[in-house]
């Protein structure tokens, strides 16, 4: 899968009302993770956010919430937000809108989130523009790729490191099977940019 690190600003102007960064003058960013929650990972997360007192936003799938609900559960009992990331995570381009939309009523039923952020950043312009009328649409300025197989340890920090600024909306990931790769590159990720003077906040 090619994608960028940081998304060119060109492509952010393209879509304006699509929630890219947060402009702002204090020097916060906004982890934001996907596809949880997870048995094994997520509890490990909350727990390495609060050390640093740090909140963030999960954008979770329906299908995982209703298989772990303890610990969606514990994502909103520590303070953080969350949002929709659709029932069963499909890729929209491969969708008719309805199909798709059906996919994240579903969601919605299980929880409830004005947030949404589509599974790959795939959407067709039939899906943008009726999500925006129910939806804040969230995306992401800095991605480090650690749910790719072949993405390193070093990748997954260096990548946000170097390319974090100011209001950054910084994807990563809740996924079971990269727990190992998370729980290395997380706790060295949050103490660099806490060292460097960053808050986090919630979307």
């Known amino acids: 899968m090619v994608y960028w690190t940081k998304v060119p600003r060109w492509l952010q102007r ?3 009302q699509v929630i890219w960064r947060v ?3 204090s020097k916060e960013v906004f982890l934001t993770f996907d596809d949880g929650p997870t048995p094994n ?3 490990f997360i ?3 956010l609060s050390e640093y007192q740090a909140k963030a936003t999960f954008f979770c799938i329906g299908q995982q919430v ?6 969606f559960q514990a994502i909103l009992d520590a303070g953080h937000r969350v949002g929709n990331h659709t029932y069963s995570h499909p890729k929209g381009w491969k969708m008719s809108t309805e199909q798709y939309l059906n996919n994240v009523v579903k969601c919605e039923e299980v929880f409830k989130s004005k947030l949404f952020r589509p599974p790959y950043g795939q959407l ?3 899906q943008y523009r009726a999500l925006k009328k129910q939806y804040d649409i969230v995306l992401w300025e800095i991605m480090n790729g650690d749910f790719l197989a072949d993405t390193s340890v070093e990748h997954c920090f260096k990548s946000v490191a170097e390319n974090t600024k100011i209001g950054s909306v910084i994807v990563l990931h809740d996924k079971e099977r990269i727990a190992e790769k998370v729980k290395t590159y997380l706790p060295k990720l949050i103490q660099f940019l806490h060292n460097e003077g960053y808050k986090f906040g919630t979307l």
């Open 46 to 48: 909350l727990q390495l």
């Open 41 to 43: 990972l997520t509890p």
């Open 23 to 25: 402009d702002g003058t």
């Open 14 to 16: 393209l879509f304006p």
């Open 124 to 126: 067709t312009i039939g």
């Open 66 to 71: 209703e298989k772990f609900p303890d610990q």
